[in-house]
């Protein structure tokens, strides 16, 4: 069901399985709390929210501060990696009441901003997931787009950048097998966002430095999981940090950046195993 947050900064949107129903509650396995990349919301985790309910989690998708559903944040200060992981922090500690157990995905930005909130308080987080996130900031030609991006912002705003993005999205073939329906879709969402937020945000990916090190100290179990064919950071890339940090680790066929939309039964499948190992 879709519901709302309220959290200091404002509220944040949120698709919420609730609580399984399939029998007693020892069958309750915990919460699932999914946070999504640059431009995303909670809508690129929906075909993992049924099954995660029907195998006994209770799944909870948001959207970040200024994306799409969720209020905007008063002033740039809001939108710091500090601030967002504050609120993943403040949801955890919300959903984490009464749970068997708490277990944070964050996909691409998402997982920079999973990864401050396990640091600042690694207690609230029975198993981390950054799902294809790297150590630190986005290189290669997703750099290259987003220093692009700045600059059309900029100068065109929200709708000249969405001009700008399409253009460029109209030359991969996996563009003609979107449905207009779905390309409505993400326009609105994209619309929705914050130009404040999507600058700030930005800036995380072109700034974030490697904190591998210091989330292997936390104790936090954590999956490394990516797309076999991830375009952000390389998937040689995340493979190392899963080596430096001693995490499980997981290669979805038939995907790149965004596994649980181009691949859910094998991410979701990656995902139970990996929290069945911490039983």
Request: charged share 20%; aromatic share 6%.
């Given at each position: 069901?879709?519901?709302?947050?309220?959290?200091?900064?404002?509220?944040?949107?949120?698709?919420?399985?609730?609580?399984?129903?399939?029998?007693?509650?020892?069958?309750?396995r915990g919460v699932v709390l999914l946070v999504p990349g640059?431009?995303?919301?909670?809508?690129?985790?929906?075909?993992?929210?049924?099954?995660?309910?029907?195998?006994?989690?209770?799944?909870?998708?948001?959207?970040?501060?200024?994306?799409?559903?969720?209020?905007?944040?008063?002033?740039?200060?809001?939108?710091?990696l500090d601030a967002l992981a504050g609120e993943v922090c403040?949801?955890?500690?919300?959903?984490?009441?009464?749970?068997?157990?708490?277990?944070?995905?964050?996909?691409?930005?998402?997982?920079?901003?999973?990864?401050?909130?396990?640091?600042?308080?690694?207690?609230?987080?029975?198993?981390?997931?950054?799902?294809?996130?790297?150590?630190?900031?986005?290189?290669?030609?997703?750099?290259?787009?987003?220093?692009?991006?700045?600059?059309?912002?900029?100068?065109?705003?929200?709708?000249?950048?969405?001009?700008?993005?399409?253009?460029?999205?109209?030359?991969?073939?996996?563009?003609?097998?979107?449905?207009?329906?779905l390309r409505a879709f993400l326009r609105t969402r994209f619309?929705?966002?914050?130009?404040?937020?999507?600058?700030?945000?930005?800036?995380?990916?072109?700034?974030?430095?490697?904190?591998?090190?210091?989330?292997?100290?936390?104790?936090?179990?954590?999956?490394?999981?990516?797309?076999?064919?991830?375009?952000?950071?390389?998937?040689?890339?995340?493979?190392?940090?899963?080596?430096?940090?001693?995490?499980?680790?997981?290669?979805?066929?038939?995907?790149?950046?965004?596994?649980?939309?181009?691949?859910?039964?094998?991410?979701?499948?990656?995902?139970?195993?990996?929290?069945?190992?911490?039983?």
């Amino acid at each position: 069901m879709r519901t709302r947050f309220a959290l200091p900064g404002g509220s944040i949107a949120a698709l919420d399985t609730g609580v399984s129903q399939p029998g007693p509650v020892a069958e309750h396995r915990g919460v699932v709390l999914l946070v999504p990349g640059y431009t995303g919301s909670k809508e690129d985790f929906q075909p993992l929210l049924r099954p995660l309910a029907a195998a006994g989690y209770r799944a909870v998708a948001i959207d970040q501060r200024g994306q799409y559903e969720s209020e905007w944040a008063g002033d740039p200060d809001g939108y710091t990696l500090d601030a967002l992981a504050g609120e993943v922090c403040q949801l955890a500690a919300e959903l984490g009441t009464g749970a068997s157990r708490l277990h944070l995905v964050g996909h691409s930005l998402g997982g920079l901003v999973g990864r401050a909130a396990v640091l600042a308080k690694a207690e609230l987080f029975d198993s981390f997931t950054l799902m294809g996130s790297g150590p630190d900031a986005v290189a290669g030609q997703r750099r290259t787009l987003l220093d692009a991006g700045e600059l059309v912002l900029a100068r065109r705003g929200m709708a000249g950048l969405w001009a700008y993005l399409e253009a460029g999205a109209q030359a991969d073939p996996k563009y003609a097998t979107s449905t207009p329906a779905l390309r409505a879709f993400l326009r609105t969402r994209f619309l929705a966002t914050d130009p404040v937020g999507l600058q700030g945000m930005g800036d995380l990916l072109r700034t974030v430095t490697d904190r591998t090190r210091d989330l292997a100290a936390t104790g936090v179990p954590t999956l490394v999981l990516h797309g076999e064919s991830d375009d952000a950071w390389l998937p040689q890339v995340q493979a190392d940090m899963a080596r430096r940090l001693g995490a499980a680790y997981a290669v979805i066929p038939a995907a790149a950046h965004s596994p649980a939309v181009e691949n859910p039964a094998a991410t979701l499948q990656a995902l139970l195993d990996f929290w069945q190992q911490l039983s």
